[in-house]
């Protein structure tokens, strides 16, 4: 081999390296832009998968719980931090405000008892000055800015932060606090704010086989990282028109990234993490159509002592047994259902109707985020609480991410 | 009487074409003039606010630096202040397109690039998702462009444009074509949208912000969010509404509008003239009419209204022709203004033309206004007058004979207490200067009469001479004394304005010469002047300073800084210890050894003059400035002369500069050369070596030659308004001989029928046409002077506190007399011609 040989075969492992991965091994890790794909085979390492994952398009921090006061009072919340990744490397600009990231976060409060929702929202791009994903303790870039380095480095449990919406000062955080999520948020025009801490009471659960959770059906279908916390003990403070009060309840924490969009037949999505009463947890996820036909589902069954098994479509069905037409967007989304998974059948309802979060940042950005109760077959007795997401409904407005 | 006032008009009309055609055209030409002016006016303030307009949005409140940029760690603690909705950063910076078409300076094409965070909701006209904006943050370059530019230049998205930011050549991307004229209809098509964070590398500044726009939530107080701003951000900032930014720029820019104004109003001034001369001779011509319709019983206030009435048809006319001419002059004339704005102000070009209804209902009451106004004197003395004596073969003449004394001593009168009321104190009010010229041209038209008879009575006339047209003059003083009056007021306008002009212009190269001393002169291509962001890379001062053949570089920091009292000044640092510092500022004030000493080595600093006769600062007082540290108060050494419009400045040395405001960006560097290098040779030399195109590089004389250009452009729209007002001004000499030509008949006709030739009385018409020139010129000249001595000792100094020493332009006078006289024979060739026509058989008419 000559030297001008070895030289252009360098240069060819060189270029192959270089080129998104797609294009060397079929198109199966990479997105034709070049985002890193889900995969059944991804190598999970915890703690580090709890921080963020830039080479994916999108990644969220999901928290939705039921919270009781000392008084009696009960409240549903939501906390959410999105990451939208705009582009996969921070771009090679003298700026601090060269972003890579766009952080949009979401946090809902119902007060159950009064029967009011209550949400806030921000959008900042992932700049020192107003919001950040900081890389795991044992990831840290060199090339990070030095100020946010540091500002981090003060702060190693760091998952996520943004400044809170304008007009209120402080920051939006979410830490791992070793055993849970510590969340903080606030918000003075929306009048509330949370500063929640929380315990596992049940260990992580992979949603799908492998935290491969796929959504379409087919050989390379859509799909994402997807694990969640089903039990976390919960205990902090709930702030609402000016009163502060101590709280403790119960949350469910979801975590995924990938860099999948629905596919274009999809519509929206019916989403329930249900919190059985008997210590069983139940996630169910629908993929509508344009037509409301169910595209694809899927489920896991988490039983009390963290045993999992996962539900294939035809192991479980829901039924839309009522309708609520939003006042704010005209929406008419499905407002109670019958659950069938496996032997058990199961009743659910909304605490409250009207738990649609309708965003002002991103144009057309609405869905139904809500508290909801289960009951069992005959509708009459408790059997346990839970979450229900709602989205694409009204004016056929698919998400965005 | 209604059908009578349409029959007696339509018969005016019929009976004198010409001289109908003249009146309609003066009146339209004053108002011409006042309406053009006026959206001149407009559109330099509303192209400011157009293109802030159109980034800004509706923000209630703008945080501005005192100090020439804001750190945007500022930004947390807006956002997080209560009644804040939203806060944006802005970043702007002015750049130039580099390319081999817009070279010159003349063709120079700058652009207006604007930084903003493209993910706070701004109301830019986006249409895609969010992650389409991928390229706008990521791609190095991309920049959102106007379709109006794109279309203008030939660009299309995804091309190249090579341009000049500061020292560096940079190549921005068309990303995509924003309408940013759909939200604001006044930006300027040369706005260039950029993120944020490309703009913080094309400025070389990251972690620097020019300004931050807030929008308040619902019900939130305006006045207490910009305290607490106040409070919360410190004294670097100023927190300001979008209507104290108008304030302050529509106060910059008062001086220029009144000026204009003035002028516009004085065209106007001229126009009145015309239809009161021309109704006047119309009347005098149909005094038997108004005589029969008075004998028939028409009772005054009807024939006071018959006139009235007609006059006011003629000035609907010249309403009707004026108010297109208005706006298609002010559209033809705006980028001459536009240079002057730009060059003066460092504002925003104007882009586009916005008239609101209003404007013209002005000009068209100015208009029919001023047409009754200049009728009313005449028409009342029409209507007053006894039937008898209208119908009586008397002519009128005698009548404005007998007044010449008086009006004269009125005139006087008026120009004595004018000048007795500035002595005595009228001098300390800023606009005394013209109540001072407002006397002026009132008196000069009063004086009129008396001067033609004085200077045309001891005429001895043999034949059909000169001095027969002349003496003519004389005896005809009711239809000469208005035409000469016009032309004379015409004429000081345009001898005081080229006075003032061409003084000006000698005073400034004079003093071009004396601080323009470097041999070569370095600054970024795309900086307009003092108080832009167009930074010169820092180690070029030392690249250029290891030039071979430089002995010595000079450098210059200037930025807008603010005084105690939150005024806006220019702040200049250069390098005072060099040798050649001290002659590049000639000092008004102050010994200039130990003053550039003091500047150097202490601390102190010179000031401006045009500051110092604002805020009255002289040697011995201090200058107390917003620093980054907070107010420091600068001793004075020196006032130097400087040629300001904006305001004045204050000029410390680069040290002093650097120390307080931490500050070390340079806008330019001047170069000394060893004796007998080629300053142009040295320049090509660089501009070959050195890899930035993006400067600037002139030699001594060539930026010169620069700055007396920019000066002329600066003038050139004042020259066009005394185009206007001569233009009137002649007309008026035609109108006159027109009348005359009627007037006269039977005495023409007596002269053709005792053998006069038609050669003889085109003579005695041109005869006549020249002798108003002439008459136009000798008082149009004294009061011309006087005007000047008024606009260069009064007006410019209370206005923007400049000396200018007073230069005699003879050439330019000479010119301009030659114009004058060559005009005046022009407009009299129409009526001479007419005149000359008049058949012997006219004879037995009556002479009116």
């Known amino acids: ?401 | 009487m209604l059908r009578f006032f349409g029959r007696s008009l339509a018969a005016h009309v019929r009976g004198g074409r010409s001289l109908f055609a003249l009146t309609v055209f003066g009146v339209a030409l004053g108002v011409a003039a006042v309406l053009a002016i006026q959206i001149i006016n407009r559109s330099s303030l509303a192209a400011f606010e157009g293109s802030m307009q159109a980034v800004s949005g509706e923000a209630d409140l703008t945080i501005l630096g005192r100090t020439p940029s804001l750190a945007d760690s500022l930004l947390p603690v807006v956002l997080g202040r209560p009644g804040v909705a939203a806060a944006l950063p802005l970043v702007r910076l002015p750049a130039a397109v580099a390319s081999k078409a817009h070279a010159s300076r003349a063709n120079a094409l700058f652009l207006d690039i604007i930084g903003v965070d493209f993910f706070t909701p701004v109301r830019l006209p986006w249409q895609g998702a969010p992650g389409d904006l991928a390229a706008a943050l990521g791609q190095r370059g991309w920049a959102a462009f106007t379709p109006t530019l794109a279309q203008q230049q030939g660009w299309t998205v995804g091309d190249s444009v090579r341009v000049w930011v500061g020292s560096r050549e940079v190549c921005l991307v068309v990303g995509a074509l924003i309408d940013f004229q759909s939200l604001s209809p006044l930006a300027s098509s040369k706005l260039v949208v950029v993120d944020i964070a490309q703009a913080q590398v094309l400025l070389g500044r990251p972690g620097f912000v020019n300004q931050i726009d807030v929008v308040l939530a619902e019900g939130a107080d305006r006045e207490r969010v910009a305290a607490d701003l106040i409070t919360q951000l410190g004294a670097g900032v100023r927190v300001v509404t979008p209507q104290q930014r108008s304030t302050q720029t529509a106060g910059l820019l008062a001086a220029f509008r009144l000026n204009l104004t003035a002028l516009s109003l004085i065209s106007l001034f001229v126009g009145l003239f015309l239809v009161y001369a021309a109704t006047q001779a119309s009347l005098v011509r149909r005094r038997a009419e108004f005589g029969t319709l008075r004998s028939l019983g028409a009772s005054r206030g009807q024939v006071l209204a018959l006139i009235l009435g007609e006059v006011s048809v003629l000035g609907l006319l010249g309403v009707a022709l004026g108010l297109p001419l208005g706006y298609w002059s002010a559209r033809a004339n705006v980028d001459v203004v536009s240079i002057a704005l730009t060059n003066l102000y460092l504002l925003d070009e104007i882009a586009a033309v916005r008239v609101p209804l209003s404007l013209y209902a002005q000009a068209a009451a100015i208009g029919i206004g001023g047409a009754v106004l200049g009728a009313l004197i005449p028409a009342l003395d029409m209507s007053r007058r006894d039937p008898r004596a209208l119908l009586s073969a008397f002519t009128m003449h005698e009548r404005i004979d007998a007044l010449a004394p008086r009006l004269a001593q009125l005139g006087i009168g008026i120009l004595g207490l004018s000048g007795l009321w500035f002595v005595a104190g009228g001098q300390r009010w800023q606009h005394a200067g013209f109540v001072l010229a407002v006397a002026l041209l009132a008196g000069l038209p009063l004086l009129t009469p008396w001067t033609i008879r004085r200077l045309t009575g001891p005429l001895r006339v043999n034949g059909f001479g000169l001095g027969y047209s002349l003496k003519s003059l004389g005896a005809r003083l009711q239809s000469s004394a208005f035409a000469v009056a016009a032309l004379a007021v015409a004429v000081s306008m345009l001898v005081g304005i080229s006075i003032m002009v061409d003084s000006f212009r000698d005073t400034l190269e004079v003093w071009i010469q004396t601080t323009v001393q470097a041999d070569i002169y370095v600054s970024p291509a795309a900086w307009r002047g003092p108080g832009e962001e167009g930074y010169l890379d820092r180690d070029l001062a030392r690249q250029l300073a290891a030039w071979p053949g430089v002995l010595a570089v000079d450098r210059l920091r200037s930025f807008a800084a603010y005084t105690e009292q939150d005024e806006r000044l220019m702040l200049v640092g250069v390098d005072v210890g060099l040798p050649v510092a001290s002659q590049r500022f000639s000092l008004l004030l102050g010994d200039p050894a130990t003053a550039f000493q003091r500047v150097h080595e202490e601390g102190f600093v010179l000031v401006g003059e045009t500051l110092a006769r604002r805020k009255n600062l002289w040697v011995g007082d201090e200058v107390r400035l917003y620093t980054p540290a907070g107010i420091r108060a600068f001793p004075i050494a020196g006032v130097y002369y400087d040629y300001d419009a904006r305001g004045g400045g204050v000029l410390m040395d680069l040290r002093t500069l650097s120390a307080h405001w931490q500050d070390d960006a340079l806008n330019g560097i001047a170069l000394y050369l060893q004796p007998g290098l080629d300053a142009d040779v040295v320049v090509d030399q660089l501009r070959a070596a050195l890899p930035v195109e993006a400067l600037d590089l002139l030699s001594n004389r060539r930026l010169r030659t620069e700055a007396i250009n920019i000066f002329d452009q600066t003038f050139a729209v004042t020259r066009l308004l005394q185009g206007i007002s001569l233009l009137i001004a002649v007309c008026g000499v035609a109108l006159m001989l027109l009348v005359m030509a009627r007037e006269q008949v039977s005495e023409l006709a007596l002269y053709r029928a005792l053998g006069s030739t038609r050669r003889q009385i085109f003579g005695l018409f041109v005869g006549k046409g020249l002798g108003m020139g002439g008459l136009g010129l000798v008082l149009g000249g004294a009061g011309g002077v006087i005007l000047a001595l008024i606009l260069i000792f009064v007006i410019n100094r209370a206005y923007f506190g400049w000396t200018i020493q007073l230069h005699w332009p003879w050439w330019s006078f000479g010119e301009q007399a030659l114009t004058i006289l060559a005009t005046s024979v022009a407009a009299s060739l129409y009526p001479a011609w007419k005149a000359s026509r008049t058949p012997a058989t006219e004879l037995g008419r009556e002479d009116s």
């Not at chain 1, 409060?109 to 950040?132: I, K």
């Open chain 1, 1 to 401: 081999m000559t030297s001008r040989q070895l030289a252009a075969l360098c240069l060819g492992w060189l270029c192959a390296g270089l080129l998104p991965a797609h294009a060397a091994d079929g198109g199966a890790d990479r997105t034709e832009d070049g985002w890193l794909r889900a995969s059944p085979q991804y190598a999970w390492s915890f703690p580090r998968d709890h921080w963020s994952h830039p080479g994916y398009r999108s990644e969220w921090w999901y928290l939705t719980g039921h919270l009781q006061a000392a008084d009696g009072r009960r409240f549903g919340y939501q906390f959410t931090f999105f990451r939208v990744g705009l582009l996969q490397e921070v771009p090679d600009l003298d700026s601090p405000w060269g972003a890579r990231d766009l952080l949009m976060g979401h946090a809902a409060l119902t007060d159950l008892s009064s029967g009011e929702h209550h949400f806030s929202e921000v959008l900042y791009r992932a700049m020192p000055l107003l919001a950040g994903f900081p890389e795991a303790a044992a990831h840290k870039d060199a090339a990070a800015h030095k100020d946010a380095a540091a500002q981090e480095d003060a702060d190693p449990q760091l998952l996520a932060w943004c400044l809170a919406p304008a007009g209120t000062s402080g920051r939006w955080t979410l830490h791992f606090n070793g055993d849970g999520f510590d969340l903080r948020m606030m918000d003075a025009g929306a009048g509330f704010a949370l500063d929640l801490s929380t315990t596992a009471d049940k260990p992580l659960v992979f949603q799908g086989p492998g935290g491969f959770s796929a959504k379409a059906k087919g050989p390379d279908p859509g799909a994402s990282q997807y694990y969640s916390f089903t039990r976390l003990r919960t205990s902090g403070h709930v702030v609402l028109g000016g009163d502060t009060l101590a709280v403790d309840g119960s949350s469910w924490m979801d975590k995924e990234f990938g860099s999948d969009k629905l596919a274009p037949r999809q519509a929206g999505w019916d989403w329930f993490s249900l919190q059985l009463a008997d210590g069983r947890d139940i996630m169910l996820y629908v993929l509508r159509d344009a037509d409301g036909a169910i595209d694809h589902a899927s489920g896991t069954v988490i039983d009390a002592a963290g045993g999992v098994s996962y539900l294939a479509a035809d192991e479980f069905a829901i039924e839309s047994t009522a309708t609520w037409t939003s006042p704010h967007t005209g929406a008419v989304y499905p407002s109670g259902w019958t659950l069938r998974v496996g032997d058990v059948s199961l009743v659910v309802r909304p605490l409250l109707q009207d738990q649609e979060n309708v965003g002002q940042r991103v144009g057309d950005l609405f869905y139904w985020e809500g508290a909801v109760q289960v009951l069992d077959d005959d509708g009459n007795s408790h059997a346990g609480s839970g979450y229900v997401e709602l989205t694409g409904y009204g004016s056929g407005r698919r998400p965005g991410i």
